[in-house]
C-alpha cells in the first residue's frame, strides 16, 4: 500500500517541514501521496505536486479547513486513512496537534518524532529529552507517525510531476471554531528554516541585553534569534523564540548559545546543529559537552569583541 503525507502549508505554498516527512516517507519504499486540506489552496497543491518522489496529491478544499482546526483536519484523514499502510506528518505544532487525533480515531497507537525508519514496521525516535533512543516496533494495521524534521534531509521541492486528485471533505465538525491568530513578524529568517541561529539564555539577564548584544550579532551572522526557555519564561523574549523539548526542534549549519547553561531540555532541541559555538562564563556548563567550539568569559565582552571582528 501508498503511504501519505499530510501536507504543512498556508493555502498557498508547502512549508519545508513537509519535504522532511516526504523524505521519512520515501524509506517506507512505497509510493508516497501528500494531502493537501485546506481552503483556496490550489497554489500548496501544484506546489505538493512539484515534490520529487510524490506520486499523486490528494487536495481537499473547503472553508472548514482553512484554518486547520484540528477536528476537522483529523476528520478528512481519517477519511483516506483505509488506503494507507503509513500517516505522517511533520512534528511541528499542527502535526502534534492532528496526528494524535487520528489516531484515537483510527484506535491504533501513534509512533511520536521518530529520527529514522528501519523497516516497514520499526521506527528509531528520541526519548528521555533525546538523551536516548528506543527502537520501537507496531503492529497496528496503518501506522500513524509524526516525524522528527531535522532527522531527514529534505526531498527536493521541484523535479515532480505528480497527480493532483481533487476529494470532497467531511461536514464540518463543529466542535471547534476559528479566533484568531497573531503572527509574529520578522525581517530574520523563520527560526526553524534558518542556517544559523544565535540564541540567548538567562544569562542574557534581560530582553534589553538581546537588543544590545545579541542582535547585532545576528545582524552580522543573518542568523535567526532563539532562546532558552528559562529566557522566555523570565519574559525577555517571545515564546516563539524557544529552542528546546518544550520549544522548536532545530538543526542549523550554525548555533551559536550565549548564556545558555545547557539543560537537557534545551540540548534535545538544538544538539543536531553541525556546528555549535558555545559563550558562556561557567567552565562548567552542561553546554559545552556538546559545543564543538566553546569560549569560558564574560559574554558582555565576548560578543561585542565578535561583532567588531566580524565588521573586519
Known sequence: MAVLVVAEHDNQSVRKA??????????????VHVLVAGHEAGAAAKAAAQIAGVAKVLHADAPQLRDF????????????????????????????????????????????DIVAVEGADTFVRPIYAGNALATVKSKDPIKVITVRTTAFDAVAAAGGNATVERLAAPADSGLSSFVGREVSKSERPELTAAKIIVSGGRGMASGENFTKVLEPLADRLGAAMGASRAAVDAGFVPNDWQVGQTGKIVAPDLYVAVGISGAIQHLAGMKDSRVIVAINKDEEAPIFQVADYGVVGDLFQIVPTLVEELKK
Open 69 to 112: 482546526l484540528a477536528e476537522n483536519t483529523a476528520a478528512m484523514v481519517v477519511s483516506v486513512a483505509r488506503n494507507y499502510s503509513h500517516l505522517l506528518a511533520p512534528s511541528t505544532s499542527n502535526g502534534k496537534n492532528i496526528m494524535p487525533r487520528v489516531a484515537a480515531l483510527l484506535d491504533v497507537q501513534q509512533v511520536s
Open 18 to 31: 513537509t519535504l522532511n516527512a516526504v523524505a521519512a516517507a520515501q524509506k517506507l519504499g512505497s509510493d
